[in-house]
C-alpha cells in the first residue's frame, strides 16, 4: 500500500533544529521517502525541552516518518560518502549558512553533476543574498524582523511573540510548498534541470502577514497592536465567562453580524446606524466589544455556546490542549493519533493535514535514536561492511 501521494519522493534532510527538519517531516506525511543525516553527535533539537526521562518529545514530532544516519560532512571520507548517497535522491534540503556546503566540497554544480534534477532546498534566516545573509537567526528574530511581534500584543504595551516559535511552522509549510512546486514541473518535465530554492524565514512571516505592505503602499499606515481585537472588524474580543472559561469572538460580514446580535439577546444592534456596515462597526469598535464581553462575562460557557449555536453566531472556546484531547470534533477526525514510539512505546501527536480521500498520508513513527539506520543506508544501500561501518564509527565519520 501506498503511504500517500509523495510515495515516490525521495528526499535527503541534512537539515537542524526545526523549521527545515519540519518541511522533510510534512513530506514524509504524505509519504515521501525522507533521510535525516546528522553530525555523530546528534542535531541540537535532541536536547530541547520538554523532555521525558532526558528524550526531547519536540523531537519526536518534528523528525517524525525518517530514515536516522550519522556522518560528519565536515570530513573528507564524509564527503565522499555523501556524495554516493545523494544520487539516489530527488531534494536535499539544507539549513547551513549560505556557503557552508560549498565549503566542504558540496556546491550545487557538484551536486548536480551526481543528480542533474536534484531540488535544492536552502532554508535560512534572510536568504543566500543581501546584506544580513551571513547573520544567524532563530524563531524570535523571524518574528521580529518579519513584522508579526510588532502587531502582536496590546496597544499600550510590549511587541509580543506566540508562545511557540510559530516561524518555525511558518518556514517548515514554505518549505514544503516550495519542494511540491520544483518537483511538479519535474514530473510534467522528464528534460527539466535541478532547481536551487532560497527560502528567507523572515521573509515567510512577512508573507504571512498578507495586506501590511499593501496597507503602508496605499494609505501610508503602519498596522499596531490592538490586542485581541480586529481592527478591521467588530465584534472582535476574547472574554472571560462566567465559570472562568474563555471564549473567542469574531465580527465577520453583516449577516454573521446579526446571528452574533441575535445570540446575545440584542436584535436591536442589528438596525443601529452606528453598526450597519463591517468599516462603521471597526469605528465604534470599543462600544461594540463591550456589549458583547459584558454578556459573555455574566454568562457561562455552556450557556453561551448553546445560545451562539442556536442562532448561528460564530465564537468559540479557547482551548488548551487537554480540551482538544477531549473535543468530538477532534475525536471524529483523528487530529491526534498514537503513534509507535522506540522510547515510550506509544505517543500522541498530530495527524497528517490535510486528509487525502484516495491516497492518504500516516505518521508511520516518531523520531527515532540517532544513527538508528546506519546499518541499512551504509550497509544495504551502500554495501559497506560491517568491518568498514565499525571504522567509519571509530573514526567519528559516522
Given at each position: ?12 534532510d ?17 509519504g ?61 534540503i ?57 502587531i ?6 510590549t ?127 470599543e ?10 462575562e ?6 453561551i ?55 492518504p ?38
Amino acid at each position: 500500500m501506498s503511504n500517500g501521494p509523495l510515495d515516490s519522493l525521495r528526499v535527503l534532510d541534512v537539515s537542524t533544529v526545526m523549521a527545515a527538519p519540519m518541511a522533510a517531516a510534512l513530506l514524509a506525511d504524505y509519504g515521501a521517502q525522507v533521510l535525516k543525516i546528522e553530525l555523530p553527535s546528534g542535531d541540537i533539537l535532541r536536547k530541547l525541552p520538554p523532555l521525558k526521562e532526558g528524550k526531547s518529545l519536540i523531537w519526536k514530532v518534528t523528525n517524525r516518518n525518517k530514515l536516522f544516519v550519522t556522518l560528519d560532512l565536515r570530513q573528507p571520507e564524509g564527503v565522499e560518502i555523501f556524495r554516493k548517497l545523494v544520487g539516489r535522491f530527488d531534494v536535499l534540503i539544507e539549513n547551513f549558512r549560505p556557503g557552508t556546503l560549498d565549503r566542504w566540497g558540496l556546491s550545487k554544480e557538484v551536486l548536480w553533476s551526481i543528480q542533474p534534477r536534484l531540488v535544492i532546498v536552502r532554508i535560512t534566516a534572510f536568504g543566500q543574498t543581501g546584506p544580513y545573509r551571513d547573520r544567524p537567526g532563530f524563531a524570535r528574530v523571524f518574528e521580529a524582523m518579519g513584522g508579526l511581534a510588532y502587531i502582536s500584543g496590546r496597544p499600550d504595551d510590549t511587541p509580543m511573540h506566540c508562545g511557540y516559535p510559530i516561524a518555525d511552522a511558518v518556514g517548515g509549510v514554505f518549505g514544503a510548498l516550495a519542494v511540491l512546486a520544483a518537483a511538479w514541473k519535474r514530473a510534467k518535465d522528464p528534460h527539466a534541470e535541478g532547481e536551487e530554492v532560497d527560502l528567507s524565514l523572515t521573509e515567510a512571516v512577512l508573507r504571512l502577514l498578507e495586506f501590511l505592505p499593501i496597507e503602508y503602499d496605499q494609505l501610508a499606515k503602519v498596522r499596531e497592536r490592538a490586542g485581541n481585537a480586529t481592527q478591521f472588524s467588530a465584534p472582535t474580543l476574547v472574554a472571560r465567562t462566567l465559570d472562568g472559561k474563555w471564549v473567542s469572538l469574531t465580527g465577520g460580514d453583516d449577516v454573521r453580524f446579526a446571528c452574533n446580535c441575535r445570540s446575545i439577546g440584542r436584535a436591536d444592534l442589528i438596525d443601529d446606524p452606528r453598526f450597519s456596515s463591517m468599516a462603521l462597526r471597526a469605528e465604534h469598535a470599543e462600544e461594540l466589544n463591550g456589549i458583547f464581553r459584558r454578556w459573555c462575562e455574566s454568562h457561562t460557557l455552556n450557556a453561551i455556546l448553546e445560545a451562539y449555536e442556536t442562532h448561528d453566531g460564530l465564537i468559540s472556546p479557547v482551548y488548551s490542549i487537554a480540551q482538544i484531547e477531549q473535543d468530538p470534533q477532534m475525536i471524529a477526525r483523528d487530529a491526534i493519533v498514537q503513534v509507535p514510539d522506540d522510547d515510550f512505546g506509544l505517543v500522541r501527536m498530530q495527524n497528517v493535514v490535510p486528509k487525502f480521500a484516495r491516497d492518504p498520508g500516516k505518521v508511520r513513527a516518531s523520531g527515532a535514536a540517532l544513527g538508528r539506520d546506519n546499518e541499512l543506508v551504509y550497509g544495504e544501500w551502500l554495501g559497506m561492511s560491517s568491518d568498514e561501518l565499525a571504522r567509519l564509527r571509530e573514526a567519528h565519520v559516522i
